[in-house]
C-alpha cells in the first residue's frame, strides 16, 4: 500500500500550470514545511520539505486558495521517477500525488487573511455576523435554523 498523511505549512504559493489540450488540465505544484517532532540528538524539531503535486480541480482548488504560510493536510501516493536534464544528467524526483487536501487551520488561527480559512463567512444581507465563543466554537445567530443543512 502506497499511502502519504502529510501536515505543513506551504513554503510559498504554488506553481500552476495548465496541461495541452481540448480539455486543459490544473497542474499545482507546492512544497510542504513538515515538522518532524524530534531529532535523535535531542535537539530542537526541524522540518522536510516535501514537494506535492495535484492534478485537476484539485490542482484548481490550490491556485485559488493555497498561499505561502498556508496550513495543509494532504493524502496522497508517492511516485518517484526521473529525466535528464539539460546539461545531460539523471535527475531523480519524488512527489506527492495529492488525493486529498484540506486546510489544517483556520484563516483567524493561520493570521493569513489573504486565503480561505474554511467555516462561516460573511453574514449575507441582513444577518448578523456569527462570533467566536472562545472555546473554538462558533456562536451559531439566532433566526437560521432554517437554513442549516441537516435538522
Known amino acids: 500500500m502506497n499511502k502519504v498523511i502529510l ?5 510559498r504559493d504554488p506553481e500552476v500550470r495548465y496541461s495541452q489540450g481540448d480539455n486543459p488540465m490544473a ?6 514545511a ?5 531529532n535523535r540528538n535531542g535537539e530542537d524539531a526541524t522540518a522536510d520539505f516535501i514537494g506535492c503535486v495535484a492534478f485537476g480541480r484539485s490542482g484548481e482548488f490550490a491556485e485559488k486558495y493555497f498561499r ?6 494532504v493524502t496522497g501516493r508517492i511516485q518517484t521517477g526521473s529525466y535528464t536534464n539539460k546539461e545531460g ?19 483567524n488561527a ?3 487573511h489573504d486565503g480561505f480559512g474554511g467555516g462561516f463567512s460573511g453574514g449575507g444581507a441582513g444577518r448578523p455576523e456569527p462570533s467566536s465563543a472562545g472555546d473554538g466554537f ?3 445567530p439566532d433566526g437560521i435554523d432554517e ?5
Do not use: C, H, W
Open 110 to 112: 493561520s493570521g493569513n
Open 147 to 151: 437554513e442549516l443543512p441537516f435538522n
Open 34 to 38: 513538515v515538522d518532524r517532532r524530534f
Open 27 to 32: 497542474i499545482a505544484r507546492y512544497t510542504l
Open 89 to 107: 544528467n539523471k535527475v531523480y524526483t519524488t512527489d506527492v500525488v495529492v488525493e486529498d487536501q484540506e486546510f489544517a487551520e483556520s484563516k
Open 68 to 73: 505561502k504560510g498556508t496550513k495543509v493536510l
Open 7 to 11: 501536515m505543513g505549512r506551504l513554503t
Open 138 to 140: 462558533m456562536n451559531i
